[in-house]
């Protein structure tokens, strides 16, 4: 069994690859501080591509949502003028209308998250990292801002300040999730190619991980966003240069340090494996950029292949316990 | 000014043939008892039938919803074993998500219907009867029913007992409505040929909409919705028949009589004439079946023919005046 953090596509893809090496026997932690309340649905973003992705069913060329999709609603909603700057599409609809009403009925956002993991044949376990409301906040050069009004709606324009996650403190981890964490058949923990800054820090954030995680007995391995000081996709590199970090994987690993054991970087990042290393992390380096779907059973396995090589050396748990 | 009360189908045909002939100086009272809460969302069947139709927009063949529909949605939402019973196109739902909310944010429901309707280029002023809570409930062989589970789950197919509106008692007749029914400009009322159980009684279950005909000044006119003994569509013929009443245009004057002046009928009732007028309802034969946008014009001119006929004559308030 292997345990994936992740986030929006990065995580969505990895956990894929995982899941695609392992036969499904994964489970799937996911940012929901993302989530949001829009057009009086419940949308939780991160959710939705993971699951849409375990099922083979993302839009590849989009990034996000569905594959065959279609724009009736949208297009109509523009005719009534209403809000179309969160683009839904017809079937995606169809997850968000579901989920809100399970949720108004009381049903809890874990629940829902499995009842439509299963309709839609998915076997990794897709846990979301809280059945509490966590909203990261972000503070820009246009002021505080809610997460998808700076993602999607200004496109990540204004200048990053800070990031917060409102509500992260009052949240209680998923149990199951943490129950994974600590599970003897527990294998390896993966941090996914995810933004680290608003993909995977939410579910740091929440009370009970980073002590699941320091508890770990098994090695825990991240996967670097960041190739060649650039993100493979979305505006990680952007954030990291506005918060005045080094968007390059040493940034990466500076961001991990004490966390994790190792970290895989793209080939074209393998001068910076020295400066890695002396933060007390391992360097893993290989192909890091899934291309395709081969290229996330290729990557999940390169990564697979790092943390047992750490847990058969022993050459782990060296950062988090010499503190 | 003409005033015009309808429910589904036939209202909203009615509705559109009078506005193309009056230059869409009309408003239409909608029933709202058919109104729901599905999937989360706030729907108004009887609403969005008129105002689609009047819109133009109305798909002809399915007798609901909108034209050139695409119905992803509800695909997707079978995949994740939702409800389906109810079928909601996808751009259908743009009007039901927009509606929902702006209920939610606090609009009334007759400002929301201004505002959709103007959004969908709707001249004529179509008015919820009510911004009250009035909902359709029938007693039937499978016991007390909501009345679209009545309706379309189980499309009338449970005998009908009777007939009640929850709410109306409480509610309150749209003050806009009341105001156009006493306006010097008003030259007609008509009633449209809509279900007159569950589509018109609603609207007239609400305090102040029959002492308001009561004190009209000018002619009431309904047109049958029963033809040659038979709904010209929808389920009428059939519960006035398990409603123990006459399934005929007899059993429509009687059901109307103290309120109407005229009855507009098909040819295939002309031999009920004598029956009709014995009641002190003139009646005006001709035919009564909208077939196409035309036929719709046709049979409201004819049936304001009527109205001004009877007007001229002063040859009405006689059954409501002389009791």
Not at 34 to 57: K, N, Q, R, W
Not at 64 to 73: A, K, P, Q, V
Not at 82 to 106: K, N
């Amino acid at each position: 069994m292997i345990v994936t953090l992740a986030g929006g596509v990065g995580g969505a893809r990895m956990a894929a690859g995982l899941a695609t090496i392992s036969d499904g026997k994964i489970a799937v932690i996911v940012n929901t501080a993302d989530d949001f309340e829009h057009l009086g649905l419940a949308i939780s973003p991160d959710l939705d591509t993971v699951m849409y992705t375990l099922a083979g069913l993302e839009n590849v060329e989009q990034g996000w949502g569905l594959c065959d999709e279609t724009w009736s609603f949208m297009s109509a909603l523009e005719g009534l003028g209403g809000e179309t700057w969160f683009r839904l599409g017809d079937r995606d609809m169809a997850t968000h209308v579901e989920r809100s009403r399970m949720l108004a009925a009381g049903v809890s956002l874990a629940s829902v998250t499995r009842h439509l993991c299963a309709a839609l044949g998915v076997r990794a376990d897709v846990l979301a990292m809280s059945d509490g409301k966590v909203r990261t906040v972000v503070q820009t050069s246009d002021g505080e801002l809610a997460f998808q009004d700076y993602f999607v709606r200004r496109r990540c324009e204004p200048r990053l300040l800070s990031v917060r996650f409102a509500g992260a403190d009052r949240a209680q981890a998923l149990p199951e999730a943490l129950a994974r964490l600590a599970a003897p058949d527990l294998e390896a923990i993966v941090i996914a190619p995810s933004n680290p800054y608003v993909s995977v820090a939410p579910i740091l954030a929440v009370p009970g991980y980073v002590a699941a995680l320091d508890a770990r007995e098994v090695p825990c391995v991240a996967v670097s966003p960041i190739v060649g000081g650039k993100a493979i996709k979305g505006p990680a590199a952007k954030m990291m240069t506005e918060l005045g970090v080094d968007a390059s994987v040493v940034g990466i690993a500076q961001h991990y340090a004490g966390l994790i054991d190792g970290l895989v970087i793209d080939e074209a990042d393998r001068a910076l494996v020295p400066s890695i290393e002396r933060l007390g992390i391992r360097a893993h380096v290989c192909d890091a950029i899934m291309r395709d779907r081969e290229g996330r059973a290729r990557l999940a396995a390169e990564t697979l292949g790092f943390a047992r090589e750490l847990g058969r050396r022993g050459d782990w748990r060296g950062p988090c316990r010499a503190s």
